[in-house]
């Protein structure tokens, strides 16, 4: 699975962004696509998460209630829409797939990361 994120970029604190994670290759298998952030100086973490199988989403508390994340249909692209951006969500975005082969709760396949910068 390839996985190309895009959308990334610079804006003020209030603003939005939406961000975009393309699936390519053998997808068949893949059970869920995920966002993931990482801070300068800190560890990745969870942002939001939606399942292949019946759409179902879940997000971490520190963006509930201003990111949504959702899938085009059918197809193989994943969207978060982030709004009310603050300049603690500035961090390099990763969206990741989790497929059959993974372990329970595992995302076994990576993208590179996209960039968003909010400024105060």
């Known amino acids: 699975v390839q996985l190309q994120a895009s959308g990334g970029g610079l804006v003020q604190a209030g603003g939005f962004l939406r961000l975009s994670c393309v699936a390519s290759?053998?997808?068949?298998?893949?059970?869920?696509l995920g966002w993931f952030r990482q801070a300068p100086g800190k560890e990745r973490e969870f942002v939001a998460t939606?399942?292949?199988?019946?759409?179902?989403?879940y997000y971490s508390d520190s963006v509930k209630g201003r990111f949504t994340i959702s899938r085009d249909g059918a197809g193989n692209t994943v969207l978060l829409q982030m709004n009310n951006l603050k300049p603690e969500d500035t961090a390099v975005y990763y969206c990741?797939?989790?497929?059959?082969?993974?372990?329970?709760?595992?995302?076994?396949?990576w993208g590179h990361g996209t960039l968003v910068t909010v400024s105060s």
């Open positions: 990741a797939a989790a497929t059959v082969a993974a372990s329970p709760g595992e995302y076994n396949y």
């Open positions: 290759g053998r997808t068949f298998g893949t059970y869920a």
């Open positions: 939606i399942s292949w199988i019946d759409s179902g989403t």
